[in-house]
């Protein structure tokens, strides 16, 4: 069964700096790109960072949080990171992690975690 179980969310003042995991289950994690999304209140849910497969060295952002957030992965861990920096309250969302592709294109969603920018 595939899961997604990701944590590391919290309170951070703005401008702080948070990082964020996700431990992946269920498939071989080290075939699959894995990419970030994030959910604020009332908007759809978008992309914010991808890492190709197997080595991770192809990555790409959202233009929102380039500069700013890190993507990397460990395949010994099955895990995805995600490197928050200079963090805005407009970064406040629960975020989640996918492996991506047409044969994840089933994959369920984990139960995300939630990152709140706020003085």
């Known amino acids: 069964q595939v899961q997604f179980v990701e944590s590391g969310g919290g309170l951070v003042q703005p401008g702080g700096s948070l990082r964020v995991s996700c431990t992946a289950s269920?498939?071989?994690?080290?075939?699959?790109?894995m990419s970030w999304y994030r959910q604020a209140p009332g908007k759809e849910r978008e992309l914010v960072a991808r890492?190709?497969?197997?080595?991770?060295?192809?990555?790409n952002y959202a233009d929102s949080v380039k500069g700013r957030f890190t993507i990397s992965r460990d395949n010994a861990k099955n895990t995805v990171y995600l490197q928050m920096n200079s963090l805005k309250p407009e970064d406040t969302a629960v975020y989640y992690c996918?492996?991506?592709?047409?044969?994840?294109?089933?994959?369920?969603w984990g139960q995300g975690t939630q990152v709140t920018v706020s003085s």
């Open positions: 890492v190709s497969n197997p080595t991770g060295n192809v990555k």
């Open positions: 269920g498939f071989v994690f080290s075939t699959y790109p």
């Open positions: 996918k492996a991506d592709g047409e044969r994840a294109r089933n994959f369920n």
